[in-house]
T-cell receptor, first 112, second 115 residues
Framework: NAGVTQTPKFQVLKTGQSMTLQCAQD?????MSWYRQDPGMGLRLIHY???????DQGEVPNGYNVSRSTTEDFPLRLLLAAPSQTSVYFC???????????FGEGSRLTVL | AQSVTQLDSQVPVFEEAPVELRCNYS??????LFWYVQYPNQGLQLLLK??????LVKGINGFEAEFNKSQTSFHLRKPSVHISDTAEYFC?????????????FGKGTKLTVNP
């Protein structure tokens, strides 16, 4: 009963490096999303997807890229890491936007 | 424009006291409203949601919220809090933009329950 699985849980990058945060869900959910959480800022939506092959930008999409080739997977790519991208990242999925969002455990990223 | 506003960043209360966490939303968004809770070092979990019907919504752990369309509010309440309710609470709304809906969160309210 995995739910939403995010990897890695912790990552340290140097400025300019790139990396991919992986997210997989086994609940056959159509809606998937990525948020970043920063102190005092709440959760801000980065990108989201309403189904395989469909993605859209959220509130803070710059510097991030996503794709949705399957229903299960929704990876988040950091293209050129910057210190401003130091944050905790959460992947979430739901049956639809009105359904309960199920969250992964989070990925703590530090960019030096 | 901010879709959802949580008016208090921190709320300290004593154990067994009542609490209200305030949330206001933009009238331009769809009226699908949610409250989520995040315990320390954990992900978020759903407390309750309003989609339609009765304006008083009951959730888990004794929490409830009232949808007030005229005041564009969705405040969260509990009549008597416990130490274990110490957590961060997030109000969220669905936003319809560009033909698709997405879920947007407020900045959160840290509830601290003191003995």
């Amino acid at each position: 009963n995995a739910g939403v699985t995010q990897t890695p849980k912790f990552q340290v990058l140097k400025t300019g490096q790139s990396m991919t945060l992986q997210c997989a869900q086994d609940m056959n959910h159509e809606y998937m999303s990525w948020y970043r959480q920063d102190p005092g800022m709440g959760l801000r939506l980065i990108h989201y997807s309403v189904g395989a092959g469909i993605t859209d930008q959220g509130e803070v999409p710059n510097g991030y890229n996503v794709s949705r080739s399957t229903t299960e997977d929704f990876p988040l790519r950091l293209l050129l890491a910057a210190p401003s991208q130091t944050s905790v990242y959460f992947c979430a999925s739901s049956q639809g936007v009105t359904g309960e969002l199920f969250f992964g455990e989070g990925s703590r990223l530090t960019v030096l | 424009a901010q879709s959802v506003t949580q008016l208090d960043s921190q709320v300290p209360v004593f154990e067994e006291a009542p609490v209200e966490l305030r949330c206001n939303y933009s009238s331009s968004v769809s009226v699908y409203l949610f409250w989520y809770v995040q315990y320390p070092n954990q992900g978020l979990q759903l407390l309750l949601k309003y989609l339609s019907g009765s304006t008083l919504v009951k959730g888990i752990n004794g929490f409830e919220a009232e949808f007030n369309k005229s005041q564009t509010s969705f405040h969260l309440r509990k009549p008597s809090v416990h130490i274990s309710d110490t957590a961060e609470y997030f109000c969220a709304v669905s936003v319809l933009r560009g033909g698709s809906e997405k879920l947007v969160f407020g900045k959160g309210t840290k509830l601290t329950v003191n003995p």
